[in-house]
């Protein structure tokens, strides 16, 4: 199997990588915005003649407000990415418990990473490992110091060295279209989005037990008042699950091509495509990481773990899956 086009993807990846970084800031100020506009819009209702509600939108009161709210929101959003961007290193690390390890310590696999990448003639990256009797490997990191190429204890010992070096030069082949700085980035935004909704679930669940229940009963002003911050907190919790789904849909964008082209990669880099395919179909009878409880770290891996999304959340997490069908994989490698 020959792999081609890889500047073409390249360059399609830094593509996507700017418009997300432009995409995401535009899906949280639109929804700021809608945010405002429905709270106007159920705020400004007044009774007429018939006795019948009327409802209407101040856009200027809504602008107005939004454009005193966007600097904070631009600068918030803007500080929080760049800490997660230049920490992604450690937040992958945290997330999956891997560690680095060193030449000494593991020379099979220090070699073959070595080699592989004399071969492609790119510098070399971390390697860690995660200390897991299950079958998974992933890229990571956003530029040449943060690199990573990580391996779990199981996929070390359950793989011949052939499936090893295809497995790793499917990784390294991520690193070199620049798929890992893009998942990173998608990753980012994503759990931004996840964490406001987060915010507004957990005041919305102290508003209704703690703040509802101070109140007196028959206390018709602040009954009314309690409605109305619920009311309030519904339409935010509405806004964030729309803007996650944008954010979601925006992540699906992210082509499964990316994994046929390392497949090749990997292929070429090893120069044997039966020991890729072999390496798949070992790791996907077992290629769950039980102590990884994050789906959007899990994105990174290999081959996709599947128990963090089981029954029907498990098909809705298969249309916004980043991994193409794992015997599909098998099949295309097994042609050549």
């Known amino acids: ?39 106007n819009y159920f705020g400004n209702g007044y009774y007429d003649q018939y006795g019948n509600i009327v409802r209407h939108l101040d856009a200027a009161t809504v602008n107005y407000y939004f454009m005193g709210a966007l600097p904070w929101v631009v600068v918030g959003v803007g500080v929080w990415f760049a800490i ?19 030449r000494k310590e593991n020379p099979r696999i220090y070699n073959i990473v070595e080699n592989l990448c004399m071969t492609c003639n790119m ?6 490992i995660i200390d897991d009797p299950q079958l998974n490997a992933f890229a990571s990191g956003i530029d040449k110091k943060s690199y990573t190429v990580t391996l779990t204890t199981g996929i070390i010992n359950h793989l011949n060295d052939d499936e090893l070096a295809g497995v790793i030069g499917h990784e390294l082949t991520h690193i070199r279209n620049h798929d890992t700085r893009l998942l990173i980035t998608s990753i980012i935004f994503v759990g931004i989005v996840s964490t406001i909704m987060s915010i507004v679930v957990q005041m919305m669940y102290n508003a209704f037990w703690f703040g509802g ?39 699906f964008a992210i082509s499964r091509k990316r994994e046929y082209m390392a497949d090749a990669g990997g ?11 072999s390496a798949l179909r070992k ?21 996709h773990p599947q128990h963090f999304a089981p029954g029907l959340t498990s098909f809705f997490s298969s249309l916004f899956s980043t991994h193409p069908d794992t015997r599909k994989r098998i099949e295309i490698l097994e042609q050549f």
Not at 6 to 16: D, E, K, Y
Not at 267 to 277: S, Y
Not at 283 to 303: C, H, M, T, W, Y
């Open 283 to 303: 790791i996907s009878g077992d290629p769950g990481l039980e102590n990884v409880k994050r789906d959007d770290i899990a994105q990174l891996f290999i081959i």
């Open 123 to 128: 510098d070399m990256p971390k390697v860690n």
């Open 1 to 39: 199997m020959r792999y081609v086009g890889m500047h073409t993807q390249i360059r399609r990846n830094n593509m996507l990588t700017t418009i997300l970084l432009l995409m995401f800031p535009v899906i949280i100020l639109g929804m700021v915005w809608v945010f405002l506009a429905l709270v």
């Open 213 to 251: 229940m101070s109140r007196r009963s028959n206390d018709e002003d602040n009954r009314g008042n309690g409605i109305s911050m619920l009311v309030v907190f519904l339409i935010g919790l509405l806004c964030c699950a729309v803007a996650y789904l944008f954010t979601l849909l925006t992540r």
């Open 267 to 277: 292929a070429e880099l090893c120069g044997n495509p039966l020991a890729l395919a």
């Open 84 to 102: 997660a961007y230049f920490s992604n290193t450690a937040m992958v690390r945290a997330a999956t418990g891997a560690r680095p390890i060193t």
